[in-house]
């Protein structure tokens, strides 16, 4: 039996329809198809010169015409694979170029979280822990091309009105800073995260001793803020960082005695005031 190689099979085949480049009679454009929730590794660059592992998942989008029936899913995962074993921010808008040329469109968007840590150490004893922040890329090229980072950081937040009516204590609550901004230059997701968490009442910490513990009580105490006050001071920090140029900031305020948790949002472009 003479056994044949997958390069005679194939030739021996029919040609196989391009179902996805057929024509589409119904004349509706899509603003987005594409491929959710790709796991992928990235790699980050640090301050201090090393380099920082972490797996994102990744959404890649392209805009489709009205006279074209689908798009080719399996180019988006052609082209991230392009990158071998991690992206770099450096590499996004690269990437959608070539999503737009590959897949013959007009605009490319990218979309990527992950986790990112970050080593703090204890207010007095110094002890270290790792932070976890959670962070995205959004990257668009429709004509121009567009990048913006985000950044979550978990915060204490305590009350300036618990405070002021009550004989003794306050009510504090966990609180999550969310920032997304578009900059000129290079812009590190620590320097984000430090703008973040000294807007709040006091950062948190992964690690903290009884001597650490007093003192970041202390310092909320000391340091009582509204979700306004956290969200207008951090605006006030946006707006000082040349680097800047579009903010969206918000504060979710984990209310402890209170069925509801407390919000402010403030977005701006430096060039509208």
Known sequence: MTLLTAEQMTKRQPAM????S???????AIDKVGVKSVRYPITLRQPNGE???TVALINLYVSLPKHKKGTHMSRFLEILNQYH????????????????KRLLADDAHIEMQFPYFIEKSAPVTGARGLMDYVCTFEGTSNGTDDFILGVKAPATSLCPCSKEISRYGAHNQRCEISARVRFDGELWIEELVGM????ASAPVYAVLK???EKFVTEQAFDNPKFVEDIIRDLALRMESESRITWYEIQSENFESIHNHNAY??????????
Not at 17 to 20: E, F, I, K, R, Y
Not at 22 to 28: G, P, W
């Open 17 to 20: 329809a391009d179902v996805q």
């Open 22 to 28: 057929a024509a589409d009679q119904r004349n509706v």
């Open 51 to 53: 380099e920082q592992n």
């Open 85 to 100: 074993r991690s992206i770099t921010p450096a590499q996004i808008i690269p990437i959608l170029h070539d999503m737009k």
């Open 196 to 199: 973040m968490e000294a807007a």
């Open 210 to 212: 009884r001597p650490d």
């Open 264 to 273: 402010a949002l403030i977005s701006r472009t430096k060039s509208d005031h």
